[in-house]
C-alpha cells in the first residue's frame, strides 16, 4: 500500500529556525487526523483519538487493536508534513502490551514499507532506529533508556540529510550516518504488536543550525 498522494505538504524548511509546526495527529472535535496503514501482517489497524486530559484539545491517538502477531506495524501518517531535513519531537504514554509496549515515529516515508522509524520500548527500557526497506527492520541504532508505563515521554529526531539524532525525554542518546534514504517523506507514529500507546502532541520544524566551528586560539 502506497501511501503518498497528491497533498500540499507544510514547508517547515521554509521556517525560522526556532519555529515549529504541530502536526494534527487528532483533530479538536475527536478524529483521527492521518493516514491509516501497516506494515507487516496480523490484524488491520485501527487508530482512534481517546480522551486524555494531557493530549492537545483533549484528545491522544492510539491504536485500538492490539494484536501480538510478530511482524505487525501499525501505522498513521501526517499527509500534512513532509520533509527530509527536520526536527521534531513526539509525545507519547505506553500504557499496555503483553508483548510490546512501544510508542514509535517514522519519518522520510516513501510507502508503508519504506521509511525510517526510531521506537521506544517500556518492556526493555531501549530505544532503536531502524531502516524499514521493502518490509523488513534493520537495526542502525540503540541505546538503553528507561521507559515508563502510564508516563508521558518525549522523543526527538533531528534528521539532517544522512546524519539522524535521537533523544529521550531531553536527554541524547545516539546518532548515526546512513545514506539508504535521504529522500524527503511524510512523518508519523507507529506502533508495534499489541502495544496500546497514547500519542500526544507532534512538534516538526528545521533542524537546528550547526555549531559553530570552534574560534583557534590566539597566539600567545
Known amino acids: 500500500m502506497r501511501f503518498l498522494l497528491l497533498l500540499v505538504p507544510l514547508l517547515f524548511t521554509a521556517l525560522p529556525a526556532s519555529a515549529q509546526l504541530v502536526v494534527p495527529l487528532t483533530t479538536p472535535d475527536g478524529r483521527v487526523g492521518c493516514t491509516q496503514g501497516k506494515t507487516g501482517i496480523g490484524r488491520p489497524p485501527d487508530w482512534r483519538a481517546v480522551a486524555d486530559p494531557d493530549g492537545p484539545d483533549g484528545w491522544a491517538l492510539v491504536e485500538s487493536e492490539p494484536d501480538a502477531t510478530e ?8 499527509e500534512q508534513a513532509s520533509g527530509r531535513d527536520f526536527d521534531a519531537t513526539l509525545r507519547f504514554k505506553p500504557i499496555s502490551g503483553s508483548r510490546d509496549q512501544v510508542g514509535g515515529f517514522m519519518f522520510r516515508a516513501q510507502s508503508a514499507s519504506d521509511y525510517y522509524v526510531v521506537r521506544a520500548n517500556a518492556r526493555d527500557n531501549t530505544v532503536r532506529l531502524y531502516r524499514m526497506d521493502k518490509g523488513k527492520r534493520s537495526q542502525l541504532g ?26 529521550l525525554d531531553g536527554k541524547p542518546l545516539f546518532g548515526v550516518n546512513d545514506r539508504t534514504l535521504i529522500q524527503a517523506g511524510p512523518v508519523g507514529v507507529w506502533s508495534q504488536g499489541d502495544s496500546v500507546t497514547h500519542y500526544g502532541s507532534l512538534l516538526i520544524g528545521p ?14
Do not use: Y
Open 71 to 78: 511482524q505487525r506495524f501499525p501505522l498513521c501518517i501526517s
Open 142 to 167: 540503540m541505546k538503553e533508556a528507561p521507559v515508563t508505563l502510564g508516563q508521558w515521554h518525549s522523543l526527538r529526531v533531528i534528521a539532517v540529510n544522512d546524519r539522524i539524532e535521537v533523544a
Open 207 to 220: 533542524p537546528p543550525p550547526p555549531s559553530p566551528a570552534a574560534a583557534p586560539a590566539a597566539p600567545r
